[in-house]
């Protein structure tokens, strides 16, 4: 009886072990995948630098991010399938100012902005899968200033990549910039729209 009653104790101390060992297994499973979920987050600030990643000169102004040169822009991934940028822009008499949306490192878009300060569209109704979105300035700094304010989504957000420690500097002239590269003359000077900053040596050399 007694031996009976040793072996049910023994029986009972291995399966509650086991036990022990399967939770903590899983335990651990989960641990990491709660450890993973603090790589995204469902809403930002852009002063988050994990989450939005600038390129080139930004300086903040009165609850603002501010782009001035070409190319210059702002580095988000998420997995919404809806997307919203608040900003302003300057004006001037060659026109708006533009920027360029890309998507994966392919063009996607290239917005006009307003000088009031909207909600703009990057885009809608696309696939729920994660993706690298990049909002890049294609007007040059002499004929417009960007204000990026907020960004938000349907979806998650996650951390960028870390940034490449490699930099380049590039001493040009219009051309380095993209003055009137979409242009074919028939405007008869500069307007806004017949530039991009992302068409130019400088651009695709650091893309490259």
Known sequence: MKGDF???????????????MMCSAFGCANGNQNGGETERKSEITLSDADYAYFSGRVYE???????????SGLKIVTDSTDLYLTASASECAEGQTYVCVVINGEKYKTPEMGFEKLEYALFENLPAEKRVVEVLKSTEAQYSSLKLYSVRGNGDFYKVPAKSDKKIVFFGDSITCGYGNLGDGSFGGYVTKEQDGLET??????KA
């Open 61 to 71: 102004d009165d609850g603002a991010f501010c782009v001035n040169n070409t190319a």
């Open 6 to 20: 040793f072996k049910m104790i023994m029986k009972t101390a291995c399966v509650a072990v086991s036990a022990v």
């Open 201 to 206: 040596y400088a651009y695709l050399t650091a």
